[in-house]
DNA sequence: AGACTTTATCGGAATTGGCGCATAATATGG
DNA sequence: CCATATTATGCGCCAATTCCGATAAAGTCT
């Protein structure tokens, strides 16, 4: 199962779902990935100016992981992604 | 040609080899994904506080993306991605 | 409906990205 | 070598995250 992350809408999508999976609170993920629930609200929403530390933080909590490959199929222009 | 990027660090140098690869500066890159020179420059050398948005405007003018994924093998603790 | 949990939002303070402009420092090449 | 191109730093500025504490707004369940 491998999710694409080409927005920081996917983003968040992808973060709220794996943690759901998991039973978990934002506030929970937050004290495993050492933010505050908040910032994983803010996250899940979609926020573009999340750092990339607290994303890092986060996947690693959840325990996934991000990959980087050539963009396969689909075209997403710069403007989406904002 | 699927690169891991668990750490700020990484993310940077895969953007570096892709940069390269197509044989274009910083500056040119940071003109295809609207950010500065000294932008790219910074993500490249593994700037944890890149913003999340930035980070996939140069994914995409690379022609890369991103996936996200369970964590399949080896563990990276919190404090390896700062 | 009512109580409880979970999530979204708001104040202020501190920190930092990213911009503009400029300039070192470091490749690269002729 | 030396001129040039490329990359890394510098300062001031504005905007925005993130933290802290607190609270409003949804959601869940009996």
Known sequence: ?????????QIGAIIRRA??????TQTELGA???LRQETISL???GNPAARLDSLLA???ALGLE???????TGETALEEIF
Chains 1, 2 share one sequence.
């Open 1 to 9: 199962m491998t999710e694409l992350a080409r927005t920081p809408k």
């Open 19 to 24: 943690r759901k999976q998991r039973g978990w």
């Open 32 to 34: 495993r990935a050492g």
């Open 43 to 45: 996250m899940e929403t």
């Open 58 to 60: 986060v996947l690693a």
């Open 66 to 72: 991000c990959r980087v490959l050539s963009r396969s």
